[in-house]
């Protein structure tokens, strides 16, 4: 398998603009989940999906940021309008289940930079 | 709350053995795990405790004390490439989202 699948791998774009960040997990992967780095605040989980259906947003920052996931090998993570303070990288990860002793699999991340 | 705390960098010498600590305070505790994280890559697994004691797995160790909220984990015959953040992350329970980590430890290994 290829592993996670991410695009783009980096994102530069200008305050107020729409941003969509995607993600491919591992097929078998039951679980997907959108992740945010950054210096000040390291690895913080945004949303979760199960079977494609969100479990958990209560990461999510505020209504600027939304996720979807069509399908079992798709999903977005959108921001609308961009501010300067979402400059981060955006790593997705797949799980095969959802117990704790799973280990995750992360994509290489999205650097996204808002001007 | 909910807290981990790992120190922010160390250094280190090639062929030394050096241990990384991380303590939390969580709400529920399912289960500890360590990721690698080389600079501008994606954080990849390398330990899962959830029993006390020590799981070793080649040149890396981890150690847990759940009564403590305590684990580290230790880096033997340490390599240039072992150069990488550490990030301490705790399974707090519940369905897998509950993983919560901690800022990472960044270890510099020098010659």
């Known amino acids: 398998d290829a592993g996670v699948i991410q695009s783009p791998r980096h994102e530069v774009t200008e305050m107020g603009q729409e941003v969509t960040l995607r993600c491919k997990p591992i097929?078998?992967?039951?679980?997907l989940f959108w992740y945010r780095q950054t210096m000040m605040r390291g690895l913080e989980l945004l949303i979760y999906?199960?079977?494609?259906?969100?479990?958990?947003d209560s990461g999510m920052p505020e209504d600027r940021f939304s996720a979807k996931m069509p399908n079992a090998s798709f999903s977005t993570l959108k921001i609308q309008p961009s501010e300067p303070r979402d400059s981060a990288v955006y790593f997705c990860?797949?799980?095969?289940?959802?117990?704790?002793?799973?280990?995750?699999?992360f994509g290489p991340g999205t650097r996204l930079t808002v001007t | 709350g909910q807290n981990i705390d790992q120190p922010t960098e160390m250094t280190a010498t090639e062929g030394a053995i050096v241990q990384i600590n991380c303590t939390y305070q969580?709400?529920?505790?399912?289960?500890l795990f360590w990721y690698q994280q080389h600079a501008g890559e994606a954080p990849t697994f390398l330990s899962y405790?959830?029993?006390?004691g020590l799981e070793e797995k080649g040149r890396f160790s981890s150690f847990l004390s759940r009564s403590k909220g305590y684990s580290y984990l230790l880096l033997k015959e340490l390599q240039m490439k072992d150069s990488a953040s550490y990030l301490c992350?705790?399974?707090?329970?519940?369905?897998?989202?509950?993983?919560?980590f901690g800022k990472g430890t960044k270890l510099s290994v020098k010659p």
């Open positions: 990860a797949s799980s095969y289940t959802g117990t704790g002793t799973d280990e995750q699999y």
């Open positions: 097929s078998g992967h039951d679980y």
């Open positions: 999906f199960n079977n494609n259906v969100p479990i958990d």
């Open positions: 969580t709400s529920g505790f399912n289960g």
């Open positions: 405790n959830v029993l006390d």
């Open positions: 992350a705790v399974y707090n329970g519940g369905s897998q989202g509950n993983l919560i």
